[in-house]
């Protein structure tokens, strides 16, 4: 196990609701997350004294945050980056809080991400009247290629070609993560779906449909990382950070498409380090979180991170077994797909509540931990919760990783 | 006839590392960057360095523009303008026939097929073609398909037949 291996957890999370769209800045959602991270921590604005922010040139700063909430910093960065953010941010984190910058960090993020600037570039009237193409968009934009969709869907046409399985293979996790999302009162998608109504789903870019894809929403989200020994003190049982890999790159990463094999993605340089850390085997893992901005991409980040053997995660996938109450439950809240879209920290918050066993659904007695796991009558809170796996990425060529442990682990 | 591209509805800016890979492609010459220490190549060229030896001592291979499908998108909503007028049209990663390494290095490059969705598959051989543009500068590069071959790969197809067997 590694020196820093439950040394330190998170005891905070929050998050707005998410909207479409939010007619409020990313600030004001921003301050809201945050507060509602430090409520549910049991923290005052005059415990915190770090905050740092991923964004995309498209939200508001740590400082304007901390100012707000009259939270006076002795850190804060914000960095550029989407997905895989959160779980390099916990990493940057635990530095911090080793070598002693900061006692309780805050990380969050807040994005108008349907309502103001879309991934992809597509404005919310529709096309890009006129595009300029600088920098790596000559070498796209020219060619109408410039959506997450139309980029993922190389690697994942190649991937149907290479494997032999069928876009099926990809209506499993659709099916998956909405069952999940039926349990989760937050979710803006929450009629559960079959694999059929998957394969009726209109075109978006072939090889995906539209139940292929995340949604977008205008949401902020943050959590609270801080010491073990300050964690006992707080209102929640805490969350031990057991390890991780954080934006790891594959080579090659500016430009994906002359790697050998395009469906051989960052995580495959990763996992191995994340669970040696962790000191636990795959079979330990009792749930995971899988970045899903499209169904592919929890299927290829299963074989990426040794779940299943490359090219088997179609066949992985089958009769369920990533629902809730099966062998290995992916994304408890519905995900990017059903739930919203947060560039990947909506992930972390299901998984701290998961292991907290405070998933916060239809039972009434879900926030001391009281659950009935009657899923007809709505409980999405998994009996056994020791471990989560979670897994993320930005494109194939830059993945993280978070494995997280119960106070029972 | 091939589906047009309104490119009064996109303006290119080349930039220091590029400028030349578009004047290549406004006289007809599909370029890609070679290291002059190493000689590997690589694309596009908006990296000013060998990935093989690190080298900045860099230039171009002129290639004859030939290559095959390796995977492709059918793209069936628009999101640059330019394209409102082109959906479905066909976005492929293409394999040059003539920029295979010792050491089974490939150099790919992405483009627009001409060519319709049914037509597409992986596998198929294509060459590069050059349409013009409102600005006189810029000349974009589009690619066709040249013929067909035994087992090349079409999505639709797969599809219908239930997925197959293992290809790689
Ligand atoms: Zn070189």
């Given at each position: 196990m590694g020196a820093l291996t439950d040394k330190y957890c998170i005891v905070g999370v929050g998050e707005t609701p998410h909207m479409r769209?939010?007619?409020?800045t990313t600030l004001s959602m921003a301050c809201e997350a945050v507060s509602k991270a430090m409520a549910d921590a049991g923290?005052?604005?005059?415990?915190?004294d770090g905050m740092t922010s991923y964004q995309a040139g498209d939200s508001t700063t740590s400082a304007h945050v901390a100012t707000s909430l009259g939270i006076r910093l002795n850190y804060c960065l914000d960095i550029l980056g989407g997905g895989s953010s959160t779980e390099a941010l916990v990493a940057h984190a635990i530095g911090l809080l080793e070598a002693g910058y900061a006692k309780v960090i805050v990380c969050f993020r807040s994005m108008n991400g349907r309502s103001g600037r879309r991934m992809g570039g597509q404005v919310p009237g529709g096309p890009i009247p006129v595009a300029t193409a600088e920098?790596?968009?000559?070498?796209?934009m020219g060619w109408g290629w410039t959506t997450p969709a139309q980029r993922f869907g190389m690697s994942a046409m190649r991937y149907l070609h290479d494997t032999g399985c069928t876009t099926r293979a990809f209506a499993e996790i659709a099916v998956a993560h909405r069952y999940h999302a039926s349990l989760n009162?937050?979710?803006?998608l929450r009629t559960p779906i079959t694999i059929e109504d998957h394969q009726r789903s209109r075109w978006v870019v072939k090889p995906f449909r539209l139940l292929d894809c995340c949604q977008e929403t205008d949401v902020s989200a943050a959590i609270i990382v801080t010491s073990r020994e300050r964690a006992?003190?707080?209102?929640?049982?805490p969350v031990f950070i057991k390890g991780g890999y954080a934006r790891t790159m594959t080579e090659n990463?500016?430009?994906?498409?002359?790697?050998?094999?395009?469906?051989?993605?960052?995580g495959n340089y990763g996992w191995k380090r994340a669970f040696g850390m962790a000191g636990?085997?795959?079979?330990?893992?009792d749930f995971i979180s899988c970045y899903?901005?499209?169904t592919f991409t929890t299927l290829i980040q299963l074989e990426a991170n040794g779940f299943?053997?490359?090219?088997?995660a179609g066949e992985f996938v089958k009769?369920?077994?990533?629902?809730?109450?099966?062998?290995l439950p992916s994304n408890?809240?519905?995900?990017?797909?059903?739930?919203?879209?947060?560039?990947?920290i909506q992930m972390v918050i299901e998984n701290v509540r998961q292991l907290r066993h405070?998933?916060?659904?239809?039972?009434?007695g879900w926030a001391e931990g009281?659950?009935?796991?009657?899923r007809q009558a709505g409980c999405r809170q998994l009996?056994?919760?020791r471990i989560c796996c979670g897994m993320a990425w930005g494109y194939e060529n830059m993945a993280s990783c978070l494995v997280l442990g119960g106070v029972m682990s | 006839m091939p589906k047009t591209i309104d490119y009064s509805k996109l303006r290119i800016i080349p930039d220091f590392d590029t400028q030349e890979w578009w004047e290549g492609t406004r006289q007809h010459k599909y370029l890609v960057r070679r290291c002059n220490q190493c000689g590997h190549k690589w694309f596009?060229?908006?990296?000013?360095?060998?990935?093989?030896?690190?080298?900045?001592d860099i230039g171009w291979f002129e290639t004859a523009g030939k290559g095959v499908i390796h995977s492709y998108v059918v793209v069936t909503?628009?999101?640059?303008?330019?394209?409102i007028g082109t959906v479905p049209y066909v976005v492929a990663v293409i394999e040059l026939?003539?920029?295979?390494?010792?050491?089974?290095t490939v150099t790919r490059v992405a483009g627009v097929l001409t060519d319709e969705d049914s037509e597409a598959a992986i596998g198929l051989p294509v060459e590069v073609i050059y349409e013009a543009t409102n600005d006189p500068k810029i000349v974009m590069p589009r690619w066709r398909i040249t013929g067909r071959v035994a087992g090349a790969w079409n999505f639709d197809e797969h599809e219908a037949r239930g997925g197959g067997s293992r290809n790689s």
């Open positions: 769209p939010s007619n409020r923290l005052k604005p005059s415990d915190i920098g790596d968009n000559q070498f796209n009162p937050k979710a803006r006992y003190d707080l209102r929640h049982p990463p500016g430009w994906n498409y002359s790697r050998p094999v395009l469906h051989y993605v960052a636990i085997s795959h079979s330990d893992v899903d901005a499209f299943c053997r490359p090219g088997e009769g369920g077994r990533l629902q809730i109450d099966h062998e408890l809240s519905g995900g990017h797909l059903s739930e919203g879209y947060t560039h990947g405070r998933a916060d659904d239809a039972c009434p009281k659950h009935t796991y009657d009996k056994r919760a | 596009p060229p908006l990296f000013p360095a060998c990935g093989k030896c690190a080298s900045m909503q628009p999101i640059v303008g330019a394209f026939d003539d920029c295979k390494e010792a050491d089974g």
